[in-house]
């Protein structure tokens, strides 16, 4: 069966793109090994600044003729480092429709060590993972009025299918609230089937005009939670446990400080009572919503008549909630860790924690190194470590250095022939650039070298937590008037301050700044509060930022 998408406003996904921001000061920083040519920005862009068939001189020399892989330093180009990452460190690959992207084995590997993680959360919690199906009958989206008002503008719609125009259009899932209660309108009939509790790891499609790979794309995957109560008291009850779960996530997994917190009502998702988010600063200081926790209330029950009869035979209309976290995240590790030498993995995401890197000049020292590094390798896997060893011998011992530091790699052994004679290692840790992050003579003893790299990986973990919550609380600014939130982000902050505004006031401040609350959060100051745009008593303050 042959199926035709047409796709609304296309036309505007062709429009005129200048080349003048493409150029960019020569590279500070070269690698020496060889790479595929740099992830360009137009690839990812529907509205992006570049074009895929053009690049001036400076872009390629990003591709010197050794193709030597080269990283924008952060500092000169946010995005484009970021990109380069993306690219050097294999991680995606654009897709041939734009705005979509291929992820490579390591990056996916990135998002399995996430699903691992949240799977396990899930099933400890009592959900059941389960799939719905990708096409969406767009009268299943038009019932829930704000929800549809809300995502009308991002849908795919299929209007062909078999060579024949379809009966009624198709939407492809953009997210699955109206089909998860088509669905649980046929499975829920007593208070004995609540509550129910479900998940699913799935793709949505979503039109983005400006896209950026693993942050914003036509295509991604996620995971989505939904679930049906009896009560408002447990819906909102779980709506908080999958935010709690979000982040002890984000803290211990990922080593990102994420602020947790209610979103305002303007920024509260298309059908949903509340919406929890996590926030998460960026290392150029822009917010990333990580994940977001729904509590739909009755709306779509309402849209959809789900209904159960209760203990006294009445009925009533369940209360739900929806929870996601997606392939954004993998972004945001990149751009909260990174540095210019390229990715930075914390060891419990990291697909590989420990790289060994065998070191031989001579023939007859070959073999040796190579035993002892089989041997360390071994010891280390019986110990549970996800260790690599890259005894390919096309490269020499320093382009490995790079490659693997490149890639993330929080901790890399080093063998060679005085090692072996010596039976220690030596280990560099990738968060410590240079000398200060090498160690010589680590015994070969499993008990001492197993011992030793866990304590440098729990080190390692706790180390890029620390550096990413100090960044953050050096760049969030009390404010207590507008004055003073404006100069707050235009110097690239986020500005804190108490807020009882109205919404049109919010959208004020998002016009005139570019800002937009990111959050109520969850831990509140004491205190009495006036707030910063009205003067009026204040119960909350509220995090305003620029965000992705």
């Given amino acids: 069966m042959v199926v035709c ?8 996904l062709f429009s005129p793109i200048t080349t003048n921001s493409l150029r960019r000061s020569p590279p500070l920083r070269r690698r020496r090994y060889r790479l595929q040519p740099p992830l360009l920005v137009a690839r990812f862009s ?65 998002w399995e060590a996430i699903q691992e993680y949240l799977n396990v959360k899930f099933k400890e919690t009592g959900h059941s993972n389960m799939y719905f199906p990708q096409f969406i009958p767009y009268t299943f989206i038009e019932k829930e009025a704000s929800h549809v008002e809300g995502f009308s503008p991002e849908l795919a719609l299929v209007t062909i299918g078999g060579g024949k125009e379809l009966e009624e259009k198709l939407v492809v899932r953009p997210t699955s609230e109206t089909i998860v209660n088509h669905m649980f309108t046929q499975w829920i009939h007593s208070y004995r089937d609540l509550p129910l509790l479900v998940n699913q790891w799935v793709n949505v499609t979503r039109w983005e005009m400006r896209t950026k790979p693993f942050v914003r794309t036509l295509e991604f995957l996620w995971q989505e939670g939904h679930t049906a109560h009896a009560t408002p008291e447990e819906a909102e009850k779980e709506a908080m446990q999958m935010i709690n779960v979000y982040t002890k996530f984000a803290y211990e997994q990922t080593a990102i400080p994420v602020i947790a917190g209610r979103k305002s009502r303007v920024e509260t998702f298309a059908g949903a ?42 009925r009533q209309h369940v209360w739900q909630t929806s ?5 954004r995240f993998v972004g945001g590790i990149i751009m909260t860790h990174g540095d210019d030498a390229g990715l930075m993995l914390p060891p419990r995401i990291a697909p590989i924690q420990v790289v060994i890197i065998p070191i031989w000049k001579k023939d007859e020292d070959k073999v ?8 360390v390798k071994k010891i280390l896997e019986t110990a549970g470590v996800k260790v690599k060893l890259d005894d390919s011998d096309q490269r020499t011992p320093g382009w490995k250095f790079n490659f693997w530091e490149m890639k993330g790699v929080p901790l890399r052994i080093e063998i060679g022939p005085r090692d072996v004679s010596s039976g220690s290692v030596v280990i560099s840790r990738r968060d410590i650039p240079g000398k200060p992050g090498k160690v010589f003579g680590i015994s070969m003893e499993p008990s001492i070298l197993e011992a030793y790299v866990k304590d440098k990986l729990d080190e390692i973990q706790s180390s890029l937590l620390e550096r990413a919550t100090s960044f953050r609380d050096s760049n969030i ?17 986020w500005a804190r301050g108490p807020w009882s505004a109205s919404d049109e006031d919010e959208l004020k401040v998002k016009e005139e ?36």
Avoid at 280 to 303: C, E, I, P, V, Y
Avoid at 521 to 546: D, H, R, S, W, Y
């Fill in 477 to 493: 600014v009390d404010v207590s008037s507008y004055d003073e939130l404006k100069v707050a982000i235009s110097q690239g902050k």
């Fill in 323 to 327: 929870w996601a976290i997606s392939t």
């Fill in 513 to 548: 700044t570019g800002a937009t609350i990111r959050c109520f959060p969850f831990e509140q100051p004491q205190g009495n509060k006036t707030c910063l745009m009205t003067g009026n008593p204040a119960e909350e303050v509220a995090i305003f930022a620029k965000s992705y």
């Fill in 46 to 110: 529907a509205a992006t600044e570049t074009t895929e068939d053009k690049v001036d001189n400076n872009s390629k020399n990003r591709v010197n003729s050794d193709r030597d892989r080269v990283i924008t330093p952060r500092s000169q180009d946010f995005n484009a480092w970021y990109l380069d990452i993306i690219a050097n460190a294999e991680l995606a690959d654009y897709g041939p429709v734009r705005g979509t992207m291929v992820i490579r084995p390591y990056g996916y590997a990135i």
């Fill in 368 to 375: 040796g190194v190579l035993h002892a590094a089989s041997s």
């Fill in 273 to 314: 009572s509340i919406t929890y988010t996590i926030e998460a600063m960026m290392g150029d200081r822009k917010a990333l919503q990580a994940g977001t926790s729904h509590n739909l209330g009755q709306n779509f029950s309402r849209a959809f008549e789900t209904q159960f009869t209760d203990e006294n035979g009445q």
């Fill in 5 to 12: 998408l047409r796709l609304p406003s296309l036309t505007s």
